[in-house]
């Protein structure tokens, strides 16, 4: 800074109208920049108590993190248990062939035979080598216990209701049971 002192305040004069020809300023600290600032032992130890403060802090956002990430895989594990422990010999269907489905699947450890969904355009694709079917084709909805991985449900029950499948007996909703 102090090589182009003289340029710098030429120009703060000139084009910016400083007529102390002070270029660059701290405002927050109340001294041009390009003086040297000699802290006193308190500033010092302030700025180091300060630094090892937020690394402290940062140290415990990490471990924070680490045990958020380990609780979400036990309930995601409990959650599983819990919503498959009624489909007994069923076979495990997802239905809706969305973002959703995609991510449970990578979550979930169970075997899943089918994805079913509205849209028979995506009939005969497969997500992660598991084949989605049009739900006009399904035959027998009593063979496969159902999980709806979409999160606006609401038309999808109607339509399981209307096939007199019992929401827990016959299908279950993720939303209800991961986060």
């Given at each position: 800074m102090s090589?182009?002192?003289?340029?710098?305040?030429?120009?703060?004069?000139?084009?910016?109208?400083q007529k102390d020809g002070i270029l660059f300023f701290d405002s927050k600290m109340n001294y041009p920049v390009d003086e040297l600032h000699v802290s006193s032992s308190f500033e010092r130890d302030l700025v180091e108590t300060l630094f090892w403060l937020i690394s402290?802090?940062?140290?415990?956002?990490?471990?924070l993190k680490a045990e958020l990430v380990n609780m979400k895989r036990q309930n995601d594990i409990l959650a599983e248990k819990m919503m498959l422990q009624k489909h007994k010999d069923k076979k495990l269907a997802f239905w809706g062939a969305g973002q959703k489905c995609?991510?449970?699947?990578e979550?979930?450890?169970?075997?899943?035979?089918?994805?079913?969904?509205?849209?028979?355009?995506?009939?005969?694709?497969n997500i992660k080598g598991i084949d989605i079917i049009f739900?006009?084709?399904v035959i027998d909805w009593k063979e496969y216990y159902i999980v709806v991985t979409c999160m606006i449900t609401e038309a999808i029950e109607e339509q399981l209701q209307a096939l007199k499948l019992v929401k827990e007996e016959d299908y279950a909703l993720a939303k209800d049971y991961f986060v």
């Amino acid at each position: 800074m102090s090589q182009f002192k003289i340029e710098n305040a030429l120009i703060a004069r000139e084009y910016l109208g400083q007529k102390d020809g002070i270029l660059f300023f701290d405002s927050k600290m109340n001294y041009p920049v390009d003086e040297l600032h000699v802290s006193s032992s308190f500033e010092r130890d302030l700025v180091e108590t300060l630094f090892w403060l937020i690394s402290e802090e940062n140290k415990k956002v990490r471990c924070l993190k680490a045990e958020l990430v380990n609780m979400k895989r036990q309930n995601d594990i409990l959650a599983e248990k819990m919503m498959l422990q009624k489909h007994k010999d069923k076979k495990l269907a997802f239905w809706g062939a969305g973002q959703k489905c995609r991510e449970l699947i990578e979550r979930m450890k169970a075997s899943i035979c089918l994805i079913i969904d509205n849209d028979e355009q995506k009939d005969g694709e497969n997500i992660k080598g598991i084949d989605i079917i049009f739900s006009g084709k399904v035959i027998d909805w009593k063979e496969y216990y159902i999980v709806v991985t979409c999160m606006i449900t609401e038309a999808i029950e109607e339509q399981l209701q209307a096939l007199k499948l019992v929401k827990e007996e016959d299908y279950a909703l993720a939303k209800d049971y991961f986060v």
